[in-house]
């Protein structure tokens, strides 16, 4: 399969599904996509961002190799949304390893407290507070934010306010 070409047929759940069963737990197919999906041309990258987040809630091992390209790639200047998202969303699901943790609590925290997409802000609320349990000391700070978050959408978004209350009450557990 020509995972380049499969990708740019139709952007869809179909697809999606098809190139997940293809790739299955095999590296070197992992890796032929992360080539997609890191060199790809903005188009190609958005939808790739998809099927990598779906391969890794499956398959969490098969991004290890790839965690310093996925924060290089939040780094470029003009991904789109869903490249965003979906990095975040990845971060949800598997474990952070230590060397990067620091750094990606900061990219996380920042899109709390900037202008990013409601399902970039929920996931980062999660991945940060994933990172508060290896860091306790962050805790204060992530609960004010979150705290100010529900202040800012008590009227707005259900996923910021559903999330932010999800998190306070763990929070706030020792």
Same mark, same amino acid.
């Not at 098809?18 to 080539?35: H, R, S, V």
């Not at 100010?148 to 999800?166: P, V």
């Given at each position: 399969m020509n995972l380049h070409q499969e =990708? #740019?047929? $139709? &952007?869809?759940?179909? /697809?999606?599904?098809?190139? /997940?069963?293809?790739?299955?737990?095999?590296?070197?197919?992992f890796a032929e996509l992360m080539q997609v999906f890191l060199k790809g041309d903005y188009i190609t990258t958005q939808r790739s961002s998809w099927i990598v987040s779906e391969c890794v809630e499956l398959y969490p091992f098969l991004i290890k190799p790839y965690f310093r390209n996925l924060i290089d790639k939040l780094h470029e200047p003009n991904i789109h949304d869903a490249v965003r998202r *979906?990095?975040?969303r990845i971060w949800q699901f598997i474990e952070i390893p230590e060397e990067?943790?620091? $750094?990606?609590?900061?990219?996380?925290? %920042?899109?709390?407290?900037? *202008? $990013?997409? =409601?399902?970039?802000v929920v996931f980062s609320m999660t991945v940060c507070f994933n990172i508060?349990?290896?860091?306790?000391?962050?805790?204060?700070?992530? %609960?004010?934010?979150?705290?100010?978050? #529900? #202040?800012? &959408?008590? *009227?707005?978004?259900?996923? =910021? *306010?559903s999330r932010g209350k999800k998190v306070l009450a763990e929070l706030k557990k020792k």
């Amino acid at each position: 399969m020509n995972l380049h070409q499969e =990708i #740019l047929k $139709e &952007h869809s759940k179909a /697809i999606v599904n098809k190139i /997940i069963d293809y790739i299955g737990t095999d590296e070197e197919l992992f890796a032929e996509l992360m080539q997609v999906f890191l060199k790809g041309d903005y188009i190609t990258t958005q939808r790739s961002s998809w099927i990598v987040s779906e391969c890794v809630e499956l398959y969490p091992f098969l991004i290890k190799p790839y965690f310093r390209n996925l924060i290089d790639k939040l780094h470029e200047p003009n991904i789109h949304d869903a490249v965003r998202r *979906n990095i975040v969303r990845i971060w949800q699901f598997i474990e952070i390893p230590e060397e990067f943790m620091g $750094e990606v609590y900061d990219i996380c925290f %920042r899109y709390l407290t900037g *202008n $990013e997409t =409601i399902a970039v802000v929920v996931f980062s609320m999660t991945v940060c507070f994933n990172i508060t349990k290896y860091f306790p000391e962050l805790k204060t700070e992530l %609960r004010v934010t979150i705290e100010d978050l #529900l #202040l800012k &959408h008590q *009227n707005g978004s259900a996923g =910021i *306010n559903s999330r932010g209350k999800k998190v306070l009450a763990e929070l706030k557990k020792k």
